[in-house]
């Protein structure tokens, strides 16, 4: 395959680059916590648990919750 300047190409695959499920985890946010927040959520995660993903399901909890109308 050739490209528009004529010079060769390799073809690894015959689907275009950018095509695939859009990501997952797109915005960004650093947050402070109180001392002694990670030890105590590492107290409370499983074997295979992640910190990041509690605090994540955490905040999905609260989102839902109140986006319900439940008293805060």
Known sequence: MRNNSGLAQKVISDIPR???RPPLWSENMQAR???GTFARIAKVLGEREDRTD???EAVE???E???KGSPV
Do not use: K, M
């Open 54 to 56: 509690f605090i994540r």
């Open 65 to 67: 919750r109140r986006e």
């Open 18 to 20: 950018g095509v695939g």
């Open 33 to 35: 916590f109180r001392d």
């Open 61 to 63: 909890r609260e989102l």
